[in-house]
């Protein structure tokens, strides 16, 4: 979470309304959203230790599946960071592309199969014989794939292959600019708008393959200093607070960045496989972390359940 040269700090809100405001925290929620980052934590930490299960005694984390505290935690995108964000043999524009490829299917399964895409020169036929003798599953439920889909099924509707139609949907991408577009910006804000006017991406994609560029060393920006709050993010906010004090879903992020003590403690007590000056919360973690608490509180009080279950007990 080290900032980046071209950061600008509290990128697209209000930095003096936040420093000012006094939002209320419903108190029962906010002891929940403390409890649920530690523990969440512990359980990565057991489980890196190759603790035996299970690694909480809380029944619902043993049962469903949330994604870590720390996004670049989480399998798939430790995948997407040590073979495409840090892999030297890819030109920055083609680690942009593959970077966005990949957020479309958020499967590496899927990537390692049919490899990296040369977007300069695509083997669609040599990469259609790959897909179609796959037998697994092309793409991950963990985000929002079916606008791509929609879009790629709309536009090139004579490919027969699906998984073809988003690598073609990437291509259009390329055609339409969207590398120098990238690197004619001069805030995050204006890469997010590039990548939410593709085809096929809209908010929540393009929020997130933003911070997955965050993850490339030549890339400019951090993930720390811009965030969009998607709608999970959202429904998590408004169990966390009673009142707003009229700060922005984005800027109650950041106050929450700015006053994480406060609301969730010594996490330098938590986070203990990181360096000491790592042991904070990014707006982006924050957001991230709001999304799977709305997901826990909801699962607490019988108003639903995330949908993937995970092996989390002794004799799963």
């Not at 989480?74 to 043999?89: G, M, P, Q, R």
């Not at 490829?101 to 040369?118: A, C, P, W």
């Not at 796959?134 to 490919?159: C, I, Y």
């Not at 360096?275 to 509180?297: A, D, G, W």
């Amino acid at each position: 979470m080290q900032l980046k040269s071209a950061d600008i700090p509290y990128c697209a809100v209000r930095k003096e309304l936040i420093r000012v405001a006094v939002p209320v925290l419903n108190v029962e929620e906010a002891r929940l959203f403390a409890y649920w980052v530690c523990e969440r934590y512990r359980i990565r930490l057991a489980k890196e230790k190759h603790l035996p299960k299970p690694w909480t005694q809380d029944p619902i984390l043993q049962k469903y599946k949330f994604t870590n505290v720390r996004r670049e935690q989480d399998k798939e995108t430790i995948w997407l960071i040590n073979h495409v964000c840090l892999n030297t043999n890819l030109s920055y524009g083609h680690t942009l592309l593959n970077c966005i490829l990949f957020r479309l299917f958020n499967k590496s399964q899927t990537i390692e199969h049919i490899g990296l895409v040369d977007f300069d020169n695509i083997p669609y036929d040599s990469i259609r014989k790959k897909l179609d003798s796959a037998r697994f599953v092309l793409f991950s439920n963990a985000f929002f794939t079916s606008g791509p889909k929609a879009a790629a099924n709309k536009l090139f509707s004579n490919e027969p292959n699906k998984a073809v139609r988003i690598i073609r949907l990437v291509a259009l991408h390329k055609a339409q600019d969207i590398i120098g577009r990238i690197m004619r910006s001069v805030t995050p804000r204006e890469v997010f708008e590039a990548l939410e006017s593709c085809p096929g991406l809209g908010r929540f994609l393009a929020y997130q393959i933003f911070v997955d560029f965050t993850y490339i060393p030549a890339f400019p920006f951090s993930e720390n200093e811009f965030v969009v709050a998607g709608p999970g993010c959202k429904k998590g906010l408004r169990y966390l607070f009673s009142n707003t004090d009229g700060l922005t879903d984005e800027e109650l992020l950041f106050w929450l960045r700015d006053n994480q003590k406060r609301v969730l403690g010594d996490l330098t007590r938590i986070l203990t496989d990181l360096p000491m000056n790592e042991r904070t919360l990014s707006v982006m973690s924050l957001q991230n972390c709001m999304c799977e608490f709305s997901k826990y509180i909801r699962t607490t009080r019988g108003q639903g359940s995330p949908r993937i279950r995970y092996p989390g007990t002794a004799h799963a």
